[in-house]
């Protein structure tokens, strides 16, 4: 590795880690006694107004999003993440960013939040390897402040079909507890990777194995609030790594949760007809323009392909 690249990937991937006891035998060998994990009050700041969230709703999305990702977060507001009329289903959407280097870009995230009060702004510089200190920031605070029944994790180029998912939750979920499923990895997807030059690099000093345990795509997973707070109390006991999803399969496995495969959660965008609307929850990789569109087709559904069979299983 020559040296800097050594150096970009030493200053990006600072994680802020505490000591901790794991009081059980980990897979990965001997005893943990002293597993470094998150320091989750480093991520939270004082001086910034936090989002408000009703406590007790149904389902709470969390949308990671770079400081000067505006653009997208203003389109996610007028399509998927606005209220269209009235509804039984109570949720909310929150916008997960960190800290900008660039001071213009900082004052105008906290303008943002202040007129429209859905930004948790972090204590983390905003990088692409700090992703997994920005969702542990969001699980812990929807975890202490909004207690909702099931959290939905995505990204702010992805659709969310607000109009089924929350309905499905509470109609036709019967995982209550325990639950954690999305768009899976196959087994060669897996491969921890080891090149420094690769923004997914992870040292085996940070993660010792060569493959990483089942996990959900970071596109979109859906967990209930008890997975979620068994999934903080892993996450105070194991090394972070800077690959999002990856980790958060980590701390499942550790919790003793086992992630389920759903292909309602879409990692590509394709030509999806109005009909599949009715089935999938969340379709990556969408353009202002394709959020537009996909909420038309959400809202179509409503009322077309009556014809068709209603699924009613996460698969």
Request: net charge positive; hydrophobic share 35%; charged share 25%.
């Amino acid at each position: 590795m020559t040296a800097d690249v050594q150096k970009r990937w030493q200053l990006s991937s600072r994680f802020p880690i505490i000591q901790g006891k794991l009081p059980r035998r980990s897979r990965f060998g001997a005893i943990e006694s002293a597993q470094r994990g998150v320091d989750f009050p480093s991520l939270f700041t004082n001086s910034l107004t936090d989002p408000h969230c009703e406590p007790g709703q149904l389902l709470l999305i969390l949308v990671t999003s770079a400081p000067g990702n505006s653009e997208p977060r203003q389109v996610i507001r007028r399509t998927w993440a606005a209220h269209e009329g009235p509804t039984a289903y109570q949720w909310q959407s929150v916008f997960l960013v960190g800290q900008s280097a660039d001071v213009g870009v900082a004052q105008g995230i906290q303008r943002e939040q202040q007129e429209f009060g859905d930004i948790l702004i972090g204590n983390y510089q905003d990088t692409y390897r700090n992703l997994t200190l920005k969702v542990m920031h969001g699980f812990k605070w929807v975890a202490k402040q909004c207690r909702p029944s099931y959290i939905l994790k995505t990204d702010d180029d992805c659709f969310v079909n607000t109009d089924r998912l929350p309905e499905f939750l509470l109609e036709h979920n019967t995982i209550k507890t325990g639950l954690y499923a999305g768009s899976l990895f196959s087994r060669e997807k897996r491969q921890v990777i080891r090149e420094p030059s690769s923004k997914w690099f992870v040292s085996r000093q940070d993660y010792h194995p060569d493959e990483y345990p089942p996990y959900a795509s970071g596109i979109g997973y859906i967990l209930s609030l008890d997975a979620v707070e068994q999934i903080l109390w892993a996450a105070e006991h194991v090394r972070p790594i800077p690959v999002e999803d990856a980790y958060v399969g980590i701390l499942a496995e550790k919790a003793g949760i086992r992630v389920k495969s759903s292909a309602r959660f879409a990692k590509h965008n394709v030509r999806w007809r109005v009909c599949n609307y009715r089935y999938l929850m969340v379709i990556h990789h969408l353009s202002p323009h394709e959020q537009e569109v996909a909420k038309g087709n959400m809202l179509q559904a409503r009322s077309a392909c009556h014809d068709s069979l209603e699924v009613t299983r996460w698969k």
